[in-house]
C-alpha cells in the first residue's frame, strides 16, 4: 500500500514516515545458478574507451523495459538484474538502485523512466556445448519504469526505445488496472512481451490463477510467463536469457546517416543538459556536429556515453545502443524530448517522436516571497528539464503576485513536481487549488478555453450559451463483493458505466467514463476505502462532455 494515488499534501506527509520505512526490507538474492557470467566491465575500468562499443552490433543488442502495475516489484527485479550481471554490487548501495530522486525514495515510488546498460554472455541452446566464457556477450539497456498512472508518459516514451517488456504481474493481486493499461502500450507499440510472475515467495502467492487471468485477458501463452522472486532470486537466472531468445534485436541500418531520438534530459550545473538517447540509425563520436530536426541548431557532441549504471564515457554511440549525450544544450527549448537528433552535414527524415503530454490539471505556483520571482522561475526552467511533460505559462493574480500556470497529468504529478522544486532547487512554492480546463460557447458562437477561473471575463458583453468539460474513462478493477459500493460511487459521480466484465469468477472489470472534475478531489481516496483497498484504477483521457448548455 505504499504507492497509492495521494490527493493531498497531508496525506503525503503523514504516509512519509511509514514509505521510507519500507526501504529497510533490503533483500539479498542468494547466489543464482545456470548458464551466466559476470561481464569484466567494472565502472572503475570505465575510462573513455575502455568499454569497446563496436563488440555490440545490433544482433547483440536487446532494449526492453519492465512494466507493471504500482508495487509489483519492477525496481527491485531492475536490482537483481543490475546485480547478476555485475553493473552493480550485491548488497551495496540502496534498494530500488535505480530510484535515485529523493521524492521517489521517500514515497517509495518510481516517477522517472530510468536506464542502466548492463552486459551478459548468454549460450544459446543449440551452443550447449560451449564454455559460458566463449559464449556471445550481449549488451542490454534495461528501463525501469513508474508504475503510477499519472506518470504512464514515461512508461510510453520508454517504449520508443524498446522491442519487448517485462510485464511483471505480482503472484498474489494478480492483474490489476495498470497492468492492463501498461500491456496496451505494449501491444500497440508491437513490442515482444515476457509475462513475469513476480513474488512467487508470497503466502498467497497464486500463479496458476495469475497464468489463467493473463490467457483470458491478454490471450499470453501461460507457458511463456516467467515465474519470478525479485526478494529470495527465484527463478532469476531465467530473465536475461529469455529477453535475449525472445525480444528482438533493435532493428536500425548501421550503415545509414545518424538518426537518434530524444528521450529525456536533465540539467547539470557542470555539464549543462545532458540529453538520454536512442541511437535508431548510424553512429555518433564524440566532437561530432549533430543538429536538431525540431530547431534545425547545430551542436558539438562533448561527451558520450553509456549508463552503466552512471554516466560511462564510450567516446561512441552505434546503431540500437542507448546512452547519453552533452552537447552544450542549456535548456528544454533546446533539448526536446521526441526530437531527431542528426549529423549536422546529412539531412534525415524526422523520427515519429512522442504524443504531446495531455494536461489533466492545472495550478498555479507562486514564489512564497513574491520577490523571489526570478529563483522560482529558474528553477522550474531546470526542473521541466527533466520533466517534459509539465506545460508553463506565466500568470498574474491580485493576491500572489507574478507567478506561474502549469499543466500537470494528475495530482500525484502536480504534487511531486511541487516537492521536487522544494527538494532539488530549495524554491519555496505557494500553489492553488488544481483546476480542470472547461470550455465556453458564448450566444455569438465563440468559444474559450479556461484553465483558470479568474481567466473568465466577468462582463464579456455576451451570454454563456454551453460549457463542456473534459471526461475520463476510469478502469477498475475489484473484488465482486464491492461491486454494489463501486456503482454507487461512480454514479454519485456522474459517470456512465462502459463495460462490466468478469475477469475470473471472483473479479470483475469495469469500464466508466467520468468527468474528469470528479475523479481530481479524493476520488482514488475514497475508491480505495470502500473496498478495503482491493480496487484498482486507471484512467485515459476522453472527450470534452456538456456540463450545462442553454437553449
Ligand atoms: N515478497 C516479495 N516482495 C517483493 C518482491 N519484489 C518486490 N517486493 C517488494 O514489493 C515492494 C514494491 O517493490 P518495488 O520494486 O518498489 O515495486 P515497483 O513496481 O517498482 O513500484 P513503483 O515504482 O512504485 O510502481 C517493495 O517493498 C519490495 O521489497 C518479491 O519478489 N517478493
Known amino acids: ?17 511509514l514509505l521510507y520505512e519500507s526501504y529497510r526490507f533490503g533483500t539479498l538474492l542468494p547466489l543464482i545458478g545456470g548458464e551466466c557470467s559476470f561481464c569484466s566491465h567494472s565502472r572503475e575500468k570505465s575510462r573513455e574507451g575502455a568499454l569497446d562499443l563496436s563488440q555490440y552490433p545490433p544482433e547483440r543488442i536487446r532494449n526492453f523495459s519492465i512494466i507493471a502495475h504500482v508495487d509489483h516489484g519492477k525496481s527491485t527485479l531492475a536490482d537483481r538484474l543490475l546485480e547478476l550481471t555485475g553493473t552493480i554490487k550485491k548488497g551495496h548501495g540502496q534498494p530500488q538502485y535505480l530510484d535515485k530522486l529523493q521524492v521517489e525514495r521517500e514515497r517509495g515510488i518510481t516517477v522517472k523512466a530510468q536506464t542502466a546498460t548492463m552486459f551478459f554472455r548468454h549460450k544459446f541452446q543449440q551452443h550447449e556445448a560451449t564454455e559460458i566464457v566463449n559464449a556471445p556477450n550481449f549488451l542490454l539497456n534495461l528501463i525501469d519504469t513508474p508504475g503510477h498512472v499519472d506518470f504512464s508518459y ?10 519487448g517488456v517485462l510485464l511483471v504481474v505480482d503472484a498474489a ?52 510467463a516467467l515465474l519470478t522472486s525479485a526478494k529470495t532470486g527465484q527463478g532469476l537466472e531465467h530473465v536475461l536469457p529469455s529477453v535475449i531468445d525472445r525480444i528482438p534485436a533493435p532493428p536500425g541500418k548501421c550503415d545509414s546517416p545518424l538518426r537518434m531520438l530524444l528521450l529525456d534530459s536533465y540539467y547539470d550545473e557542470y555539464k549543462g543538459v545532458i540529453c538520454h538517447v536512442a541511437v535508431v540509425d548510424g553512429a555518433l563520436y564524440k566532437g561530432d556536429k549533430i543538429a536538431s530536426s525540431a530547431t534545425g541548431h547545430v551542436y558539438e557532441v562533448s561527451d558520450i ?53 495531455k494536461h489533466m490539471v492545472f495550478s498555479g505556483l507562486y514564489p512564497a516571497d513574491g520577490s523571489d520571482f526570478d529563483a522560482l522561475n529558474h528553477a522550474i526552467e531546470r526542473l521541466i528539464c527533466n520533466d517534459a511533460s509539465v506545460s508553463v505559462t506565466k500568470e498574474t493574480s491580485t493576491a500572489l503576485g507574478m507567478g506561474f500556470r502549469c499543466g500537470f497529468l494528475g495530482l500525484l504529478h502536480m504534487d511531486v513536481f511541487h516537492q521536487r522544486l522544494e527538494q532539488e532547487y ?60 463501486v456503482i454507487t460511487l461512480c454514479s454519485e459521480r456522474r459517470g456512465d458505466q462502459l463495460e462490466y466484465s468478469f475477469i475470473e469468477s471472483q473479479r470483475v472489470l469495469m469500464k466508466y467514463q467520468l468527468p474528469l472534475r470528479e475523479i481530481v478531489v479524493d476520488f482514488y481516496n475514497e475508491l480505495k476505502s470502500i473496498t478495503s483497498g482491493y480496487a484498482s484504477f486507471d484512467y485515459e483521457d476522453a472527450q470534452y462532455v456538456t456540463n450545462f448548455s442553454i437553449n
Open 173 to 224: 493481486q494478480g492483474v490489476q488496472a495498470q497492468t492492463v493499461a501498461n500491456f496496451y502500450l505494449a501491444f500497440e507499440s508491437n513490442l515482444a512481451i515476457i509475462p513475469v510472475i513476480n513474488k512467487i515467495d508470497q503466502p498467497t502467492a497464486d500463479p496458476d490463477r495469475v497464468k489463467a487471468q493473463l490467457k483470458s485477458l491478454f490471450d499470453l501463452d501461460p507457458n511463456h
Open 305 to 357: 556515453g553509456i549508463m552503466h549504471p552512471e554516466l560511462t564515457p564510450t567516446g561512441v554511440l552505434l546503431t540500437g545502443q542507448v546512452g547519453y549525450i552533452v552537447s552544450g544544450m542549456r535548456s528544454t527549448a533546446e533539448a526536446r524530448v521526441g526530437d531527431t537528433l542528426h549529423q549536422a552535414k546529412s539531412t534525415v527524415l524526422p523520427l515519429p517522436g512522442f504524443k504531446p503530454a
Open 426 to 485: 530549495g524554491a519555496k512554492v505557494l500553489s492553488t487549488i488544481p483546476t480542470v480546463p472547461y470550455i465556453f460557447e458564448y450566444s455569438d458562437g465563440s468559444k474559450v478555453k479556461v484553465q483558470n477561473p479568474a481567466a473568465l471575463a466577468s462582463n464579456p458583453g455576451k451570454s454563456v450559451t454551453a460549457c463542456w468539460e473534459p471526461s475520463v474513462i476510469a478502469t477498475i478493477i475489484l473484488p465482486c463483493e464491492y461491486v454494489g459500493p
Open 154 to 163: 514515461e512508461v510510453s516514451r520508454s517504449l520508443a526505445a524498446c522491442q
Open 1 to 17: 500500500m505504499r504507492a497509492l494515488y495521494r490527493s493531498s499534501r497531508f496525506v503525503t506527509s503523514t504516509l512519509r514516515p
